[in-house]
């Protein structure tokens, strides 16, 4: 593994700034008080006696909050200095895991209960995400992106999808789902601290400016910004068809996955609350081992290609779930899911904070949470009904094939092979005044949006 300063692995090169280490302090306690969160919450609610329908409307709440929250989130993110953004929201998840917890303990907790808390810890991840990605570029010099991108892609699968779940899973089984509803509160309340001692940095916007310029009240200053974030999605077709994609990906795939995952092993395999957490760990180490190679690596010269196509080929392991009757076989197909996933996403997150305009990454970034994941909800709430009705293979059977030909068609469809090799990512990144810093070559980052009043080039024509 390559080394950048300070001896450090290139992969764990961010490490070296303090306000990063901060952050990454607060982003570990965040992934393993969600770990801890996805598995407790689903045994909680079969404790309670509900099924698969009840599960998708507790996965759903989250969805569903997380969405109406993703577009106020990446206006707040380019307007809002972002470590508050990310302490009122491990204020809030801790208050909703607390009170989760706190009514399990006490033996009164219901189903609606544990909607109520998914639904506020869906609407803060909404505001958390294009937060932290817009922050990201503030703390760190550009050649360190995809490393803290890589890391978060280690951490992220590590914690949420195994170590957490880990947790979780000896927590339900020796003692109870209450017992791991609080671990992911404590969890939540080191996240809290460790913003604490996060630095504020300055927005890399001019407010000010634009508002002297354009003469826009607050309202639609704010309905001005969500609107030049569609335009600049609208006229980018590598940004556009990419979500496109992820967003017909998700609907065949995220209910599935996070619904009837839990059934799957229980039904087919005789499986229980451990081996669920197998699984989730199989799927979150394998996709953490991924992300830090990814992390050590240079992007690849066809990044949008190699990304969509890791996406959409990376789910045909989960048409194992439909046929398999042996733990081990899922534990195989998940880990195979999570390798392909978290590469893609490492590739997906330094992609979008070098080829975005700084002024615009907070909105884009909850254009990515908007579009690509706008059918979370309805993937989650129809999981479960359509899988009573025609059985769980054939729904897994669907979620790991289609993809496939989804992501050939838009890698074909929108002209992503020309697109990357006359945009390659070894140039410098945007310039905090929001212009585009040529990179060796004549190839810099994609031209920027409008100013106040200005009118804007074609994108990536």
Known sequence: MRTVGRGLPRALAPLGVPAYRWLAGALVCALAAGGLWTLAVVWQVIALGGGATAVSAVSAGFAVGMLATALLGGVLADRVPQR???LAVAAAELAATAAAAALALAGLVEVPHLVAASVVIGVGQGLYYPAYSALLPSLLPAEQLLPANGLEGFLRPLLVNAGGPALAGALVAAVAPSAALLAAAVASAGAVGFLLGLPSTPLRRDLAAEASASG????RAVLADVAEGFAYLRRTPWLLSTLLFACVMVLLVIGPLEVLTPFAIRDRAGGGPQDHALVLAAFGVAGAVASLVVASRRLPRRYLSVM???WGAGCAPLALFGVATSVGVMVVGAALVGATFQAATVIWGTLLQRRVPPSLLGRVSSLDFFVSLALMPVSM???GPVSAAVGLTPVFLVA???PTALAVAAIVLAGLRADELAHPLDGAPPAADGSAVPAPGGL?????????G???PRGDD
Do not use: E, W
């Open 308 to 310: 969509i196509l890791l």
């Open 381 to 383: 709430a129809l999981a």
């Open 216 to 219: 826009r009240s607050a309202v």
């Open 444 to 452: 810099g980052a994609d031209p920027v949006p409008p100013t106040a």
């Open 400 to 402: 790991g094939l289609a």
């Open 454 to 456: 200005g009118r804007a």
């Open 84 to 86: 508050r953004i990310l």
